[in-house]
């Protein structure tokens, strides 16, 4: 059976998966094999490798993103035994207005993706550096782009515009929406698990290192908190959230630089900048000071001012579902959040969300944990378009 291995670059992390394709044509669900990633990447990064029985982790110390791929691919190449890697197919951050759906990755639209690195600044480099990357180690593979951009579009227009003149508009300043992978499979899941659900309305909120929420209508994006930047809606591990465009006027008048404010905005800002602590809610859920618990207090406001607001878009809620690392496995973040959102119907049975149980509800609306799987919907992607 051919392989399909993912790349999926995040702004502290890469992650990697190991796939048995299917059937040919894209038919059939690919078969997990393996996973790895390296976290905290920095000075103290880990790689962890899972091949079912066979676990791995391992402390790598200093790595950027180009030597934690490689030390990766070498973790997994034991597993390879000699089988053709079809398809590589590559989590992609910003596919711009156009792109509703994955693609083969040609040289055309390689550089049409490296023209929108500077709406996507802090991932984009990185899916093209691994993209680059992988070219060079499987040079035979055929290479796929899963965008995160591609399941906003359609938005509605007042859901997809600002409002600037309009041929910025046309131009392509407009609402574009990210961590479309991840919506994805949780829109499949719960069409899967929970198909009455799925036909309702649901709100999805996708907590992590990056953080932001989705309004789904019979399983189609109709909403999303982040924007124009992978910056707006909610304050994330190191990036601001949704801010007053008149701060960065006001900032460039005070002399700082694009570049300054770049790296303020991305890199300084969110949990680590309230906190002036960490970026990790793990770090601050277990810290004892007033600056954790301010910045605990401020990112469980703007979650249910989020909430509300997609609610507001929706007309109503038929179901709420957390997801990524903070949504899956912080009760107290959820919690504290909820405790503001009784009037939607929104409300937690204490055990079971200290439990990270699948459902958590105590009131009318269900509310549910469920993880997402962005590597799936890459490889499945990947299979799909692969001759």
Same mark, same amino acid.
């Given at each position: 059976?051919?392989?399909?291995?993912?790349?999926?670059?995040?702004?502290?992390? %890469?992650?990697?998966?190991?796939?048995?394709?299917?059937?040919?044509?894209?038919?059939?669900?690919?078969?997990?094999?393996?996973?790895?990633?390296?976290?905290?990447?920095?000075?103290?990064?880990?790689?962890?490798?899972?091949?079912?029985?066979?676990?791995?982790?391992?402390?790598?110390?200093?790595?950027?993103?180009?030597?934690?791929?490689?030390?990766?691919?070498?973790?997994?190449?034991?597993?390879?035994? +000699?089988?053709?890697?079809?398809?590589?197919?590559?989590?992609?951050?910003?596919?711009?207005?156009?792109?509703?759906?994955?693609?083969?990755?040609?040289?055309?639209?390689?550089?049409?993706?490296?023209?929108?690195?500077?709406?996507?600044? =802090?991932?984009?480099?990185?899916?093209?550096?691994?993209?680059?990357?992988?070219?060079?180690?499987?040079?035979?593979?055929?290479?796929?782009?899963?965008?995160?951009?591609?399941?906003?579009?359609?938005?509605?227009?007042?859901?997809?515009?600002?409002?600037?003149?309009?041929?910025?508009?046309?131009?392509?300043?407009?609402?574009?929406?990210?961590?479309?992978?991840? $919506?994805?499979?949780?829109?499949?899941?719960?069409?899967?698990?929970?198909?009455?659900?799925?036909?309702?309305?649901?709100?999805?909120?996708?907590?992590?290192?990056?953080?932001?929420?989705?309004?789904?209508?019979?399983?189609?994006?109709?909403?999303?908190?982040?924007?124009?930047?992978?910056?707006?809606?909610?304050?994330?591990?190191?990036?601001?959230?949704?801010?007053?465009?008149?701060?960065?006027?006001?900032?460039?008048?005070?002399?700082?630089?694009?570049?300054?404010?770049?790296?303020?905005? $991305?890199?300084?800002?969110? =949990?680590?900048?309230?906190?002036?602590?960490?970026?990790?809610?793990?770090?601050?859920?277990?810290?004892?000071?007033?600056? /954790?618990?301010?910045?605990?207090?401020?990112?469980?406001?703007?979650?249910?001012?989020? %909430?509300?607001?997609?609610?507001?878009?929706? +007309?109503?809620?038929?179901?709420?579902?957390?997801?990524?690392? %903070?949504?899956?496995?912080?009760?107290?973040?959820?919690?504290?959040?909820?405790?503001?959102?009784?009037?939607?119907?929104?409300?937690?049975?204490?055990?079971?969300?200290? /439990?990270?149980?699948?459902?958590?509800?105590?009131?009318?609306?269900?509310?549910?944990?469920?993880?997402?799987?962005?590597?799936?919907? %890459?490889?499945?992607?990947?299979?799909?378009?692969?001759?």
């Amino acid at each position: 059976m051919r392989l399909i291995l993912t790349l999926n670059a995040g702004s502290s992390s %890469i992650k990697v998966g190991l796939y048995e394709a299917g059937a040919a044509g894209g038919l059939g669900e690919p078969r997990e094999l393996a996973r790895g990633q390296v976290e905290a990447l920095g000075a103290a990064a880990v790689m962890e490798i899972d091949a079912g029985r066979a676990r791995a982790r391992v402390e790598i110390g200093v790595a950027d993103h180009a030597t934690a791929l490689a030390r990766l691919i070498a973790g997994l190449q034991p597993l390879f035994a +000699g089988r053709e890697i079809a398809a590589v197919g590559h989590r992609i951050v910003h596919g711009g207005a156009d792109i509703d759906g994955p693609r083969l990755l040609t040289p055309e639209l390689v550089a049409e993706l490296e023209a929108l690195t500077p709406l996507a600044p =802090l991932h984009q480099p990185h899916n093209l550096a691994g993209l680059r990357a992988a070219m060079t180690a499987f040079p035979q593979a055929c290479q796929v782009a899963a965008f995160d951009t591609a399941f906003h579009r359609g938005h509605p227009f007042v859901n997809d515009t600002f409002a600037l003149p309009r041929r910025f508009y046309e131009a392509g300043v407009r609402r574009y929406g990210f961590h479309g992978l991840s $919506y994805d499979y949780i829109a499949g899941r719960l069409a899967q698990d929970h198909p009455e659900l799925a036909r309702g309305r649901v709100i999805v909120a996708h907590l992590g290192n990056g953080a932001s929420l989705c309004a789904l209508d019979g399983g189609r994006s109709i909403a999303s908190t982040m924007g124009f930047s992978a910056l707006d809606g909610m304050p994330m591990g190191t990036r601001v959230g949704q801010l007053d465009p008149g701060v960065v006027l006001y900032l460039l008048e005070q002399g700082m630089s694009g570049g300054e404010i770049t790296d303020l905005l $991305y890199r300084e800002s969110g =949990l680590l900048g309230l906190s002036g602590l960490s970026h990790d809610m793990r770090v601050l859920l277990a810290t004892d000071s007033a600056g /954790a618990e301010e910045a605990i207090a401020y990112f469980t406001f703007r979650l249910a001012r989020e %909430i509300g607001g997609l609610a507001a878009a929706l +007309g109503g809620v038929d179901a709420l579902v957390f997801t990524g690392g %903070i949504g899956e496995n912080a009760g107290p973040i959820r919690a504290r959040a909820l405790e503001r959102l009784g009037f939607l119907g929104l409300s937690v049975d204490p055990a079971r969300n200290a /439990a990270n149980a699948a459902m958590i509800h105590a009131g009318p609306v269900p509310i549910l944990v469920m993880p997402t799987d962005e590597e799936r919907v %890459i490889a499945r992607a990947a299979m799909a378009l692969a001759p």
